[in-house]
């Protein structure tokens, strides 16, 4: 007998004698039971999905009370339903409540007496807890909104707004914990698990809140253990363009620490934050809603698999939160085992820790923080139950068997410790209270016990060095406390000293010299000779430093120039060879040889809020019709503009080129951009050439800006006579774009003339006129396509996985 097999009889002869075969029966009947459950059910709206039923999880949750019993039968009904559209409003203040205002005249004011088979639609609302009314909730499934004529119209401009990144289709309690993180312009945030990034996109979207402030102090990290959906985050916040930003691949149960001086010399400086989101990989149970999956897959097994390593996580957050930082931790998951339970277990842990007595963690009563929100109380009791449905009060009851599943952990606290721990401070969000998925929040504060006076207050939270203690935490009372001490001490010794994490390690073998598989990231040099002449050409500010500049190549010609934060750059400076760097900087500048230009690089759109604050020429002051013009037309020649914008443009060389419009410079302004102009202040990149002029804009950016100044990108642009008629010999070849009524645009013979005048179009900006018609007339199967990938899911189920391992995998 091979030794294999020898170890298979053994483990099968030891499970027989723990009485485990009785198990078998029961989980046979319950596979039986399952599947009976699992019928496939014809939903209206044609589409097909499981049945929602899973008796494991009915017994699970009405034992738990968490539920309030005469609202259970609500409860399991609303599971049930799909879940509403919900979306948020993104981007710079003024510009959203542009879109809002047309959102509401354009759109919701149409669908007060809409009905979809025969019931009528309620209309729109706005989220009464999100601020300033950018957060809404459409009480239809995107199937309905998909396939209803009445609404065709909405889905469109759904899917383009959502593909310019304009506005977030994103779970309305997903947009909860990152407001909760009460974050400022000057903090340092961590986002552990963070893609694919719809949370992250908040923190960025906070921390650049206040538009007064050209760049913002702090920077947000974002980390995620898995490679790819690191990538889909890039592509995620790749519109809000941050260079106070970046994105990491660790697991982040051993983070790496991060030196803010050279590790080798002298005395560490560990980055300490002041934010830190546990956004923790969950069994999902919450958004059964939106992914019916989860019901034929759920069992206790899942939770009691990720208990473990969501309290790692939520320990190395806490290890990296810097005094009086804040830590919010979340799940989309009402399991009190990866709730309640990690959280308590934490604090209890955390107390016992001698090295921690200098300062205390804590929960944040943030009932109060988002009027209008409903929610449950956190609960300081739960039960375990086992797969097989037996039921556990204390780890005494729990069969020897089962203590590789079954952890003293996942225990509630006893009643005194619960009086001390708060746990009513958590939140809990019940679908049914407000039509939403269902969720869990706990905001944990780190306060000092004492207030070391010689500390550098202004500098704490990066200079502050890491507890590198590797005591071992204090005996607790009893034979639950003798075990939980045992349990610590194997597990979770190093938990404040992840410096080597097996993680870094393994990668380390992955690593080739001069840093990970990315490409390099190389700043310029103060002498560079690239700079000057681009200096010189847009009269750069004073206060612009060149030497946050960087490239991502280090030979040959650089063909994009990106711009980071000097903080992001002292990290990367620092940390090159033991962090995982997926993405970082903002491209500002893209190459564009041309004979008649003297700078070889222009400014990108991408960049160019970024960057306008510190240029000092080549700017152009247009009107709305002007933007109308330029974002319809490929090469519209000069004589298109409006006479005042044409002189301007008169007075300037051939090259790179940027234009604003600016509500605000009334001496400019005129009668049509107060009636038909937006009133915030727009910006674009673009070309001069000699007799054209052209923007840079992304195709998908074009529809938003001509819908904010009042032109559907399905309507005639010359309806409202903003274009002359170009130059004669061109005449004839203006054609109609196949596909529409009444858009004209310049044809290719204009654009022959204009190709010569102005360059090419870049990897940036990729817009034909005739994209225009083509992304109006989207097959069902491109929709279907863009609503799965545009659609933030943050949910991770089909968990397999032991106690230390997760492979989870997306449900979109
Ligand atoms: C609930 S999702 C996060 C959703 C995200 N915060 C958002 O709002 O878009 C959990 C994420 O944790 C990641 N993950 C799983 N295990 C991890 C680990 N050990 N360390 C870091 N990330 C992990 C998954 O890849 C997944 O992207």
């Known amino acids: 007998m091979g030794r294999r097999n020898r170890n298979k009889k053994q483990q099968d002869m030891k499970r027989k004698d723990r ?19 699992s019928i496939q059910t014809q939903e209206p709206w044609g589409y097909k999905m499981t049945d929602k039923n899973n008796k494991m999880f009915e017994t699970f949750y009405k034992m738990q009370n968490i539920i309030p019993e005469d609202e259970w039968e609500t409860f399991m009904a609303t599971m049930r339903e799909p879940l509403p559209i919900t979306f948020r409003a993104t981007g710079f203040k003024s510009e959203v409540q542009e879109l809002l205002k047309i959102i509401k005249s354009d759109f919701f004011s149409n669908m007060v007496d809409i009905e979809i088979e025969g019931k009528k639609v309620d209309p729109p609302s706005t989220l009464p807890w999100y601020p300033d009314g950018c957060g809404w909730q459409i009480n239809l499934t995107k199937q309905m909104v998909r396939k209803s004529p009445p609404l065709e119209k909405l889905h469109k401009f759904l899917i383009s707004e959502t593909e310019s990144g304009n506005i977030s289709r994103q779970e309305a309690v997903s947009m909860i914990p990152p407001l909760l993180m009460d974050i400022k312009p000057h903090h340092k945030v961590l986002d552990m698990c963070a893609a694919p990034g719809s949370k992250t996109a908040q923190l960025i979207e906070y921390l650049h809140a206040d538009e007064s402030i050209k760049l913002p102090e702090g920077f947000v990290i974002a980390n995620d253990a898995d490679n790819k959906r690191c990538y889909m985050m890039t592509h995620q916040v790749k519109r809000l363009a941050s260079p106070n930003f970046m994105i990491i691949n660790h697991d982040a149960s051993t983070m790496p620490n991060i030196f803010l001086s050279d590790p080798g010399a002298g005395e560490k400086k560990c980055l300490m934050y002041d934010r830190v989101l546990a956004d923790v990989p969950c069994s999902g149970d919450g958004t059964m809603r939106k992914n ?12 009691h698999n990720l208990h473990g390593l969501q309290t790692r996580i939520l320990k190395r957050g806490l290890a990296l939160l810097g005094d009086n930082g804040r830590l919010v931790y979340s799940t989309c998951s009402l399991n009190p085992i990866e709730d309640e339970a990690v959280v308590a277990s934490t604090l209890l842990q955390w107390r016992n820790m001698s090295a921690n007595k200098n300062c205390e963690i804590r929960l944040v009563d943030i009932s109060k923080e988002l009027p209008g929100l409903k929610h449950n109380k956190g609960v300081s009791h739960w039960k375990i139950m086992s797969k097989t449905s037996d039921v556990y009060e204390n780890m005494s009851e729990v069969p020897e068997a089962l203590h590789t599943q079954i952890r003293p952990s996942m225990f509630p606290p006893t009643p005194e410790q619960a009086e001390s721990l708060n746990l009513d401070r958590c939140i809990r969000i019940l679908p049914h209270l407000q039509n939403t998925g269902g969720f869990f929040v706990a905001v944990i504060e780190k ?23 590797t005591k071992e935490p204090e005996a607790a009372n009893g034979e639950e406390g003798k075990k939980e001490v045992e349990y610590v001490k194997k597990q979770d010794r190093d938990w404040s000293k992840p410096e080597i994490a097996p993680y870094c390690s393994q990668m380390k073998k992955k690593r080739k010299a001069g840093g990970f598989k990315e490409d390099p990231y190389i700043f310029l040099e103060e002498t560079d000779p690239i700079w000057p002449p681009i200096q010189k050409f ?9 030497k946050y500049l960087l490239v991502r190549c280090g030979e040959g010609k650089k063909r994009n120039i990106y711009y980071t934060s000097p903080h992001i750059k002292t990290i990367l400076a ?16 893209v190459r564009s040889d041309h004979d008649d230009c003297d700078c070889s690089f222009r400014l990108c759109q991408e960049g160019l809020h970024m960057m306008f604050p510190f240029l000092n020429a080549r700017s152009l002051k247009v009107h709305s019709r002007d933007i109308v013009t330029m974002l319809s037309t490929e090469n519209p020649f000069l004589d298109n503009f409006s006479n005042d914008v044409h002189s301007q443009a008169k007075a300037y060389s051939v090259g790179s080129i940027w234009f604003i419009y600016d509500p605000s410079d009334e001496a400019f302004m005129d009668q ?23 923007s840079f804009v992304p195709k998908q950016e074009r529809f938003h800006f001509l819908r904010l100044c009042g032109v559907q990108p399905q309507d ?15 005449q004839e070849a203006i054609q109609r774009i196949p596909g529409t009524d009444s858009m004209d645009v310049t044809s290719s013979a204009d654009n022959q003339t204009a190709e010569s005048d102005v360059p090419a179009e870049d990897d940036d900006v990729q817009t034909t006129a005739s994209d225009i018609p ?7 199967d491109t929709e279907s396509a863009m609503d799965s990938a545009t659609e933030n899911t943050d949910t991770v189920n089909d968990v397999t996985q032991s106690n230390n391992s997760t492979e989870a995998t997306e449900a979109t």
């Open 672 to 694: 049509d951009d107060r009636e038909n102009g937006p009133n915030c202040k727009l910006v674009f990149c673009g070309w001069k050439g000699k007799v054209s002029m052209r």
């Open 292 to 303: 019916p999956d989860v019901w034929g897959k759920w069992t206790v097994a899942n939770g």
């Open 774 to 780: 083509a992304k109006y007339s989207a097959t069902d």
């Open 574 to 589: 620092h940390n090159e060879e033991r962090v995982k760097f997926i993405n970082l900087g903002v491209k500002v500048l």
């Open 538 to 546: 847009f009269n750069m500010d004073k206060e612009f430093d060149h």
């Open 447 to 469: 306060v000092p016990r004492i207030q070391q006076e010689d500390q550098q207050k202004a500098d704490v939270t990066l200079t502050a060095p890491i507890d590198d203690t």
């Open 716 to 730: 005639a642009l010359f309806k409202r006579g903003h274009m002359k008629s170009p130059p004669a010999n061109t």
């Open 19 to 37: 009485g485990d075969d009785r198990d078998k029966d029961t989980k046979r009947q319950r596979l039986d039971d399952a599947k009976a459950d």
